[in-house]
């Protein structure tokens, strides 16, 4: 959906108006699947915006980002499975100063079982099952397990 950009800035403003009131300053994403979606909510906030990025296995602002003190925040992703990336987010940006006031995704595929310590929105909710790899048919017969997404492929390799 985002590679259509009229899609992805209704998205932005679909996400937006759930914030609307709150006086959000600044919008921020983990790179790379929520840097889009974050630009559009910000659009539509009238917000600046930024991004984190992993550096050495942890997630930092870069590129000459700078937070301002107490500056009320809104971080965005496109699609939250664990949080975990949201929780790196904000961790990173409140380290950095900011008021993180909520977080907000196009998808929760944890059936809104994410806790990323701030209140979470998402246009949609899935709850996507997972099965323990000792009771997984395909890892039994040694089929390849591929995860998608940014931070690396997962193999039942160990």
């Known amino acids: 959906m985002l590679q259509y950009p009229k899609k992805a800035e209704e998205f932005g403003r679909a996400i937006a108006e759930q914030f609307k009131d709150l006086g959000i300053e600044l919008v921020a994403s983990p790179a790379i699947g929520g840097i889009i979606i974050g630009h559009e909510v910000a659009r539509a906030l009238g917000a600046r915006f930024v991004w984190t990025e ?8 870069r590129r000459g980002f700078a937070i301002t003190p107490g500056e009320k925040t809104l ?45 979470l929105f998402a246009l949609a909710s899935l709850r996507v099952s997972s099965v323990d790899p000792s009771a997984c048919d395909a890892c039994r017969i040694g089929e390849p397990v591929v995860k998608p997404g940014s931070r690396k492929a997962a193999t039942n390799e160990g």
């Open 54 to 61: 992993r550096e050495a296995g942890r997630m930092t602002l």
């Open 75 to 119: 971080v965005v992703e496109d699609v939250i499975t664990t949080g975990g990336s949201t929780r790196e987010t904000i961790d990173c940006l409140k380290a950095a100063g900011a008021n993180v006031l909520g977080a907000a995704s196009i998808i929760d595929r944890s059936g809104r079982d994410a806790d990323v310590g701030v209140p």
